[in-house]
């Protein structure tokens, strides 16, 4: 199965930090895991992936689990245009399958 | 730089019209494409995708079809349409053969069948 588990929903403070939590327990040795994010009535737009260590750029933190079975996407500072429908995804299976498979996500809201 | 190209941005088409979506990546050679569609208030369901023209892959089998005449030309279409198929239609690129790259968007078609 290639699905992870994520919160319906979660509610921030502008400026403070965010801990988006995924589960993945059916993760594979070389699978890796993406997180993206999708404003209203627009495209989702790439956060983040990694693998096994944990991963930083300019828009977030990713922290993966030591046994790969969870990880967490950081907002360092959330501000009112991060408040989006976040994604985490399992990049399933790599050579001529090169599929993901998007769950529901989480809403997160940013309040001022 | 990449970029892809999605439209119409939005369509209201009648039950049992046909239905064409085309999308176009430019910037790339041989990318992977992807159709997706979500409906209202739900996530993104995978549709299809392809490796390299001609090669079509269906997850859900239904009323829809995928071609890929030309390398980075994706196109999505129904015979005829059900209230069903309404939805937001996204196409999407990554670089072929890797699972080590971002998905990359279009900006997507808002379907609505009345």
């Known amino acids: 199965d290639a699905k992870t588990t994520q919160p319906n929903s979660m509610e921030s403070n502008e400026e403070e930090p965010v801990h988006l939590p995924c589960n993945h327990s059916t993760i594979s040795g070389t699978d890796y895991i993406h997180w993206y994010r999708q404003l209203p009535s627009q495209g989702p737009e790439y956060v983040i992936h990694?693998?096994?260590s944990n991963v930083n750029n300019r828009m977030a933190s990713l922290a993966i689990a030591e046994d790969r079975k969870s990880s967490t996407l950081i907002l360092h500072r959330a501000t009112l245009r991060d408040a989006a429908v976040y994604y985490c995804i399992r990049d399933y299976g790599g050579g001529a399958t090169n599929k993901l498979i998007f769950g529901t996500g989480t809403l997160l809201a940013v309040q001022p | 730089s990449q970029t892809i190209h999605q439209w119409p941005a939005t369509l209201v088409q009648p039950v049992g019209s046909p239905l064409s979506l085309e999308c176009t990546v430019e910037g790339t050679s041989n990318p992977n494409l992807y159709w997706y569609r979500q409906a209202a208030g739900r996530g993104l369901q995978l549709l299809f995708y392809?490796?390299?023209?001609?090669?079509i892959s269906s997850e859900v089998p239904q009323n829809l079809s995928a071609s890929r005449p030309q390398d980075r030309q994706f196109i999505l279409s129904s015979k005829k349409l059900l209230l069903s198929d309404s939805g937001f239609y996204l196409c999407?690129?990554?670089?072929?053969?890797?699972?080590?790259?971002?998905?990359?968007f279009g900006n997507g078609t808002r379907l609505t069948v009345t």
């Open positions: 999407a690129w990554r670089r072929p053969s890797s699972y080590n790259s971002p998905l990359h």
């Open positions: 392809s490796v390299g023209i001609g090669q």
């Open positions: 990694g693998l096994t």
